[in-house]
T-cell receptor, first 113, second 113 residues
Framework: AQSVTQPDIHITVSEGASLELRCNYS??????LFWYVQSPGQGLQLLLK??????LVQGIKGFEAEFKRSQSSFNLRKPSVHWSDAAEYFC???????????FGTGTRLTIIP | DADVTQTPRNRITKTGKRIMLECSQT?????MYWYRQDPGLGLRLIYY???????NKGEISDGYSVSRQAQAKFSLSLESAIPNQTALYFC????????????FGDGTRLSIL
C-alpha cells in the first residue's frame, strides 16, 4: 500500500529565509505526487504536481519541489518565504491504476518577523 | 462562486442525530470524494465516486453513507452521529484520467456533542 510521511509536524521560519518541507513516500511503482497548502478556514489548494519528466517542478506562489526516486522523497522548497506562506502543507501520493490519493499528516508552517 | 461548494460550513449537533453534509460542484468533474481531517492525522478518505453509478468505500467508511444524486452532487450522511465523528470534512473533485489533482471545497466543521 502506498504511504506518505511528513516527518516535521511544525516548522518555524523567519520571513525572507529559505524553506524546505520534507515528504517521503512508499510505493513500489512510479508514483505521482502533489503538494497542497491549506490556509486557516479554507480547503486545500494545489501548489504543484509531479508525474513524469523533469524531476524539478515549479508551482504557484514561488514554490518548487524535487522528485528523488533514490531517496523516495518529494521535498517542497521556497527560496524566500513571506508572512502569507504561513499555513499547513500536505504532501500526497497517487499511483496509476489506483486513482486515490494518500495524504501525509501535514506540516504546519509558522513565519516570524 | 466557488467551484466546489460544501454546505453547511459549520454544524453542531447531538449524539444520535442524523446529519447530511452536501457537496456540489460546477467544474464538470466525474469524480468526487469525501475526506475527514483530524489534527495530526491528515486527510483520510471516507467514500469516493468515479461516476454517478459508482460508489466505493474508502479507508474509514464505517458509520457513514453517501449518495451521488447527480454528476454535480455528492452527499455524505451520518446516520447516528457519535462524538468521535467530530472533525473537519472535505469534499473534493477531479476529472477522469491519470495523474489528475483533486480540487477541494472549503470544508464543513462538524461538532457532535
Amino acid at each position: 500500500a502506498q504511504s506518505v510521511t511528513q516527518p516535521d509536524i511544525h516548522i518555524t521560519v523567519s520571513e525572507g529565509a529559505s524553506l524546505e518541507l520534507r515528504c517521503n513516500y512508499s510505493y513500489g511503482a512510479t508514483p505521482y505526487l502533489f503538494w497542497y497548502v491549506q490556509s486557516p478556514g479554507q480547503g486545500l489548494q494545489l501548489l504543484l504536481k509531479y508525474f513524469s519528466g523533469d524531476t524539478l517542478v515549479q508551482g504557484i506562489k514561488g514554490f518548487e519541489a524535487e522528485f528523488k526516486r533514490s531517496q523516495s522523497s518529494f521535498n517542497l522548497r521556497k527560496p524566500s518565504v513571506h508572512w502569507s506562506d504561513a499555513a499547513e502543507y500536505f504532501c500526497a501520493v497517487g499511483s496509476f491504476g489506483n486513482e486515490k490519493l494518500t495524504f501525509g499528516t501535514g506540516t504546519r508552517l509558522t513565519i516570524i518577523p | 462562486d466557488a467551484d466546489v461548494t460544501q454546505t453547511p460550513r459549520n454544524r453542531i449537533t447531538k449524539t444520535g442525530k442524523r446529519i447530511m453534509l452536501e457537496c456540489s460542484q460546477t467544474k464538470g468533474h466525474d469524480r468526487m470524494y469525501w475526506y475527514r481531517q483530524d489534527p495530526g492525522l491528515g486527510l483520510r478518505l471516507i467514500y469516493y465516486s468515479f461516476d454517478v453509478k459508482d460508489i466505493n468505500k474508502g479507508e474509514i467508511s464505517d458509520g457513514y453513507s453517501v449518495s451521488r444524486q447527480a454528476q454535480a452532487k455528492f452527499s455524505l450522511s451520518l446516520e447516528s452521529a457519535i462524538p468521535n465523528q467530530t472533525a473537519l470534512y472535505f469534499c473534493a473533485t477531479s476529472p477522469a484520467g491519470k495523474y489528475q489533482p483533486q480540487h477541494f471545497g472549503d470544508g464543513t466543521r462538524l461538532s457532535i456533542l
